[in-house]
């Protein structure tokens, strides 16, 4: 007896009593292989204690529930591939989209409160600056083309600055 053989009898046992036959096949086998008795013992044992369970009750409704189910069933067969394909896309990737808005609005709002400390930082140090007390009267900046225009000429190198005073005097 090979061990499909011993699958095949030990399946037989957990639903009903081994016929006669059965029974001797199991013997053959068993003298065969010592080391399985426990096994066997075992199982059927297991066996016994199973059957003298009580029955589960089934709840009120359960034909209402099993038939419920195969409409669903029916109803998710007769769905067009893409609405299947589409539920399956929303239930694996729908958690990992919301965790992305999540981290995305987190980190907006670092930029936003990065740029805020920044600008009240800017308006601190832009409030330490003093205040120009005078400015210069509008006359200064009248003739500021033609003394821009000195800036592009030529100085000699040999003029110094007590000769520019001298001549300024």
Not at 33 to 62: D, I, R, T, Y
Not at 106 to 133: C, I, M, N, W
């Amino acid at each position: 007896m090979n061990d499909a053989t011993e699958q095949t009898l030990l399946e037989a046992s957990w639903r009903r009593p081994l016929t006669p036959d059965e029974q001797a096949r199991l013997r053959v086998w068993l003298a065969q292989h010592p080391e399985a008795v426990a096994g066997w013992q075992e199982e059927s044992a297991l066996s016994g204690l199973l059957e003298k369970l009580p029955e589960a009750p089934l709840a009120s409704n359960f034909t209402a529930q099993v038939l419920r189910a195969v409409e669903a069933e029916q109803a998710r067969r007769a769905r067009s591939p893409f609405a299947v394909w589409w539920e399956g896309w929303q239930r694996s990737f729908s958690p990992k989209l919301a965790w992305a808005a999540v981290a995305l609005l987190v980190g907006l709002a670092a930029v936003q409160e990065y740029h805020y400390v920044s600008r009240t930082r800017f308006a601190r140090d832009l409030a330490k600056v003093p205040a120009v007390a005078v400015w210069p009267a509008p006359e200064v900046l009248q003739d500021f083309d033609s003394i821009q225009q000195f800036s592009h000429v030529p100085v000699p190198a040999a003029v110094s600055d007590q000769a520019l005073l001298t001549a300024l005097e």
